[in-house]
């Protein structure tokens, strides 16, 4: 499967713990893009990272997430002392180049439920 | 932030029939992409429009996007169950896409 990979597909965490989720983009891919969806909400850009480098983390909360894609590995996302409104299903994407026209191919998501 | 409005929310129809969804906006986009989700999985590609005025036909499936860049709508004629998903219109200028909330397509056989 040359597809975005994601993992896990469902995370169950308390309130205070750590949600770490993972990305694996398409082969060849060195654009990956994580967005957030919330229940009757569509998707909101979160970060785009480029291997090693983070080039727009505009739609990050500033505390508690961080990203990373680091130069060997998956891209991970990383959400510290989670709360319940953190509960939604993370999205990856990922895509060759970044033109307007560069089709960002996305993974299955995340599911995360905070209890 | 660049805003998408897609209508109806939700649309219910039998199969066999045609049904329209609408994507708007105030802003003008680069690109706007029609993407399809099933529950649990994530945006599946359908298409992407780039030209202002510019119609695409997949199969049962017409796109066209407004002259202008700013709106979109998405045409299935004799629908399918098969066809019943989420439609998601996403607008971009770059990599950072803005999405619609959705429009969830439900067809009876």
């Known amino acids: 499967n040359a597809g975005v990979m994601q993992n896990p597909r469902h995370l169950v965490r308390r309130r205070g713990q750590e949600a770490r989720l993972r990305c694996s983009p398409m082969?060849?891919?060195?654009?990956v893009y994580w967005y957030r969806q919330l229940p009757e909400e569509g998707l909101k850009f979160m970060v785009y990272l480029q291997k090693e480098n983070i080039i727009d983390e505009s739609g990050m909360p500033k505390e508690r997430f961080s990203a990373e894609f680091p130069k060997e590995g998956p891209s991970i996302l990383r959400i510290q002392q989670v709360v319940r409104g953190d509960s939604a299903a993370y999205f990856c994407?990922?895509?060759?180049?970044?033109?307007?026209?560069?089709?960002?191919?996305f993974g299955p998501g995340t599911r995360l439920t905070v209890l | 932030t660049q805003l998408l409005e897609q209508s109806p929310q939700f649309l219910s129809i039998q199969e066999g029939e045609n049904l329209t969804v609408y994507c708007n906006s105030s802003s003008v986009f680069s690109s706007l992409q029609w993407y399809r989700q099933e529950p649990g999985e994530g945006p599946v590609l359908l298409v992407t429009v780039v030209t202002g005025g510019e119609v695409k036909k997949l199969k049962r499936l017409t796109f066209q996007f407004g002259d202008a860049r700013k709106d979109s709508s998405l045409h299935i004629t004799a629908a399918q169950p098969g066809d019943t998903g989420l439609y998601l219109c996403?607008?971009?200028?770059?990599?950072?896409?803005?999405f619609g909330a959705g429009t969830t397509v439900t067809v009876r056989a």
């Open positions: 994407a990922s895509s060759h180049g970044t033109g307007f026209t560069d089709t960002q191919y």
């Open positions: 996403a607008g971009g200028n770059d990599y950072k896409l803005s």
């Open positions: 082969k060849g891919h060195s654009h």
